[in-house]
């Protein structure tokens, strides 16, 4: 069964801490994606990856940065995490044949 | 206003009920996604269409690219069905390709 693992189900950080989130997917997949979800604003793609070392902005890129050194594996880094990047990120892999999701990383930042 | 447009928002019914959600989209894409979502769960893809129809199980998804409109169906629903179901359009450009969502119909189904 394919998956995309996501290091963190839950996790609790402090204001101004750098924030590491990993990705790692088993599909040999080009294609990943971060995304973070809001109550009432969807899911927001905030950076992606066409290949190793290859990223480029989402919609929403202030904030974060990512790391791509190998191919299964795709890392949101939040340099100094603030209250308002408390949210629900989600990382994918995808292909022509479709989009495979993580089950979620819950970050809450106090 | 977003360019991929859900209605409902909230969809409440009793089990048994034909169920229906509709995907508007203002922007030209390649194919769309229709995910579900559990409670506190993460997010499962359930159809990738670019046209026609697609059907597994109870669950119909269609797309009419002249209008720019999909539905998901769900027959004979059941409890179980109850989640947040989200479409999608994968947008091509240059190459590169990313999807934009709609922000979701939470579906509640009674027994």
């Known amino acids: 069964d394919v998956k995309v693992t996501q290091s963190s189900r839950y996790l609790v950080k402090r204001t101004g801490e750098k924030v590491f989130l990993e990705c790692v997917q088993d599909?040999?997949?080009?294609?990943m994606f971060w995304y973070r979800q809001d109550p009432g604003l969807g899911l927001r793609l905030i950076y992606f990856?066409?290949?190793?070392?290859?990223?480029e902005k989402g919609d929403i890129p202030e904030g974060y940065s990512v790391s791509r050194e190998k191919k299964e594996r795709f890392s949101l880094i939040l340099e100094s995490a603030s209250t308002s990047q408390t949210s629900m990120y989600l990382c994918?892999?995808?292909?022509?044949?479709?989009?495979?999701f993580g089950s979620g990383t819950r970050l809450t930042v106090v | 206003k977003n360019e991929v447009e859900q209605s409902p928002q909230n969809l409440t019914a009793q089990e048994g009920e034909f169920i229906t959600i509709n995907c508007s989209y203002s922007?030209?894409?390649?194919?769309l996604h229709w995910l579900q979502q559990h409670p506190g769960g993460g997010i499962v893809s359930l159809f990738m269409?670019?046209?026609g129809k697609k059907k597994h199980g109870r669950l119909i998804a269609t797309i009419n690219i002249q209008e720019k409109h999909s539905s998901l169906h769900i027959t004979a629903s059941h409890p179980r069905d109850s989640a947040v179901y989200i479409c999608?359009?994968?947008?091509?450009?240059?190459?590169?390709?990313?999807?934009?969502f709609g922000t979701g119909t939470r579906l509640t189904i009674i027994p």
């Open positions: 994918a892999s995808g292909s022509n044949y479709g989009y495979t």
């Open positions: 599909m040999d997949h080009e294609n």
């Open positions: 990856s066409y290949d190793v070392k290859m990223k």
């Open positions: 922007v030209g894409i390649s194919a």
């Open positions: 269409l670019s046209s």
């Open positions: 999608a359009g994968k947008i091509s450009n240059f190459g590169n390709e990313k999807l934009t």
